[in-house]
């Protein structure tokens, strides 16, 4: 059963507009959530994080959102470039002593491409 | 600095071979890990070690043996290949499992 789901796989954007990409997921032992940006040919790396003690994370034109009641994050890009075109994953990190101590777990992705 | 290093880059097995994926870094990280990327699936955990001498299985971990007698090592070893492993396998390192994780560049995987 996936744990950490991304339900859209893919969105287009114009350029200069918001990109609002969404994750959920199901377990509540999941205290820390990260996103993760892949290019073609190449491994993913890190974007931005958040705790569950926080709401909100903000790193220049990144902005993640969390949502514990209803289990839900979502990253904007604000304002999306042709060059954020790439594959994003959101991850969750469960929390000491749970059964996902020590893993990272990823959703399946969406593809986002902006637009010129 | 090379970072998280992945041999090789491309492989085609024939059903039933074994191989080991190699993974090196060089970061001084305790924590490293293996991922597999499907269509449609994202990134799946396979193995992961918290450290030399400790390993654990991930979501994904039947046909796969790791080993960690060194910090900078994590090798992925396939005992008898099948084409469900066909794959792009990913090895990560970090300094620990809620810290970001930093990939190496993948090997793509064809199993015949």
């Known amino acids: 059963d996936q744990q950490v789901k991304q339900n859209s796989p893919s969105l287009s954007v114009q350029e200069g507009r918001i990109s609002i990409l969404n994750c959920d997921y199901t377990?509540?032992?999941?205290?820390?959530f990260l996103w993760y940006k892949k290019y073609p040919a190449e491994g993913p790396t890190f974007l931005i994080s958040?705790?569950?003690?926080?709401d909100k994370n903000e790193d220049g034109r990144f902005t993640v959102f969390l949502n514990k009641s209803a289990k839900h994050l979502s990253l904007h890009i604000v304002p999306s470039q042709p060059g954020d075109s790439a594959v994003y994953f959101c991850?969750?990190?469960?929390?000491?002593?749970?059964?996902?101590?020590?893993?990272?777990?990823f959703g399946q992705g969406t593809t986002l491409q902006v637009k010129p | 600095n090379a970072g998280v290093t992945q041999t090789p880059k491309f492989q085609v097995l024939k059903t039933g071979q074994s191989m080991t994926l190699q993974c090196a870094q060089d970061m001084n990280h305790e924590y490293m890990s293996w991922y597999r990327q499907d269509p449609g699936m994202g990134l799946r955990l396979i193995h992961y070690s918290v450290g030399a001498g400790i390993t654990d299985q991930g979501e994904v971990p039947n046909g796969y043996n790791v080993s960690r007698s060194t910090t900078e090592d994590f090798p992925l070893r396939l005992l008898s290949a099948a084409p469900s492993q066909t794959s792009v396998y990913f090895c990560a390192s970090s300094y620990g499992s809620r810290e970001k994780l930093f990939f190496g560049s993948g090997t793509q995987l064809s199993v015949l």
């Open positions: 991850a969750a990190s469960g929390e000491w002593g749970s059964s996902n101590t020590g893993k990272l777990i």
């Open positions: 377990n509540s032992m999941f205290d820390y």
């Open positions: 958040i705790s569950s003690i926080k």
